[in-house]
């Protein structure tokens, strides 16, 4: 049976320039190749274009209702700080979307897929049964935020704060929700565990890779160590900056003349600076095609300490036979084995002993990217992914 899926999201999933924006676009396309899909989302600029003719290629209805002004989002965050509706929630909260969304509900809709706990509000409000995708824990993240102990007192006090309010509202929105969707296991665990006695309606629907594309042969341009993603999202800020102070020095003495490319988007003038400060280091901001860089890499890094969800750059990284080197936090989520997939490393002196490791060790390096290229293959193609969650709506909201 054919749904109609109305589809909210913060942005028009193209391009595919951020790990959210990736599972956006995969699982929206595997919907409509089985369903009918409309996506209603805010205008965000020039990518609108291209954005909309992507989703007209795939079939799917799109349409922009305006985003907020500056002065209205200053306004949302100024809010935000006060409560109860924390931050990263209420700078997405638009009268006009909401309109919007209840004007096609009216038009005939049989759920609600919402992208991101903070498009959630908008599907509690539809009066139809809707969906609440989980990119990551929100709560979780702000929560290990609380606990880092490079930030100043009071930033860490604010992340508590935060973290308090958005576990009201992910502890409510995930109660109230037909489906709630979870990148691991892990993940379904602490929002479960966040609700006793509650029952939570839950699918886990992994993060997945486009293995053809990235394992096609190409072009490798010599990056040596590579970090990849979005540069405006504080886990990987944090992550970069605390990875060229702490363990690039090492690297650059076991490994002399290595170099470190950071690729991804909207990197701020004071983190190039930061970060190009250091000898060998590289910042590209965006790119049009990664994977040049995948090839040409030793190792791509993932020193990831705050976050929720699965890293897609793993996955990335897995299909293009690039050797990986993670923390566990970087590498949550994915079922790999380390040492068997990638190189598990916490401290600044294992990531320079594991670079070391596969400059000495071509074998090694090898049988690692081959392992984990199968295991991607078998495990976390966005095709496989996709048309189970388009069998799984199907089976709920049918009706049958």
């Known amino acids: 049976m054919r749904l109609r899926v109305l589809c909210v999201t913060p942005r028009v999933p193209w391009p595919l320039d951020t790990g959210g924006t990736i599972r956006t676009h995969y699982l929206i396309r595997a919907l409509s190749r089985a369903h009918d899909v409309k996506l209603v989302t805010f205008a965000s600029g020039a990518a609108d274009a291209a954005g909309l003719a992507e989703m007209g290629r795939l079939g799917i209805r799109c349409e922009l209702v305006p985003g907020a002004t500056r002065f209205d989002r200053a306004v949302q965050v100024a809010r935000g700080a006060v409560g109860p509706l924390p931050i990263n929630i209420r ?6 979307l909401q309109t919007r969304v209840r004007e096609l509900v009216r038009d005939g809709v049989d759920v609600v897929h919402c992208d991101h706990l903070h498009m959630s509000p908008y599907g509690l409000r539809s009066g139809v049964p809707f969906v609440m995708d989980e990119h990551n ?117 076991q490994l002399p003349g290595t170099k470190l490319t950071v690729v991804g988007r909207n990197p701020s003038a004071s983190l190039r600076e930061t ?78 002993d594991c670079a070391l490791c596969l400059q000495r060790d071509p074998g090694l390096r090898e049988r690692m990217v081959e392992a984990a290229f199968n295991f991607t293959h078998e495990r976390y193609s966005w095709e496989t992914i996709g048309a189970d969650l388009a069998r799984d709506y199907a089976r709920r909201f049918g009706g049958g």
């Open 275 to 352: 970060l190009c400060a250091a000898d060998g280091v590289e910042v590209t901001g965006t790119v049009d095609d990664v994977r040049p860089y995948l090839r040409g890499a030793l190792a791509m890094i993932v020193p990831i300490r705050v976050g929720s969800g699965t890293r897609l750059k793993i996955l990335t990284a897995f299909a293009a036979r690039t050797p990986v080197i993670s923390t566990a936090v970087g590498i949550e989520g994915i079922e790999a084995v380390p040492g068997t997939h990638y190189l598990h490393a916490e401290t600044a002196e294992e990531f320079a």
């Open 137 to 253: 824990i929100e709560t979780l993240i702000f929560e290990r935020l609380a606990r880092d102990e490079s930030e100043p007192a009071w930033k860490r006090l604010v992340y508590l704060q935060q973290a308090f309010w958005l576990g009201r509202l992910e502890r409510r929105l995930g109660a109230s929700a037909s489906l709630v969707l979870f990148c691991s296991a892990i993940d379904q665990g602490v929002l479960t565990g966040m609700l006793p006695g509650a029952t939570l309606s839950a699918k886990v629907v992994p993060n997945g890779v486009d293995v053809e594309y990235f394992g096609e042969a190409g072009p490798a341009l010599p990056s040596g160590l590579v970090f990849t993603g979005a540069m405006d999202w504080t886990p990987n800020v944090k992550a970069a900056v605390s990875f060229v102070e702490e363990a690039w020095p090492l690297v650059r003495r």
């Open 91 to 96: 700078k997405y909260q638009s009268e006009a």
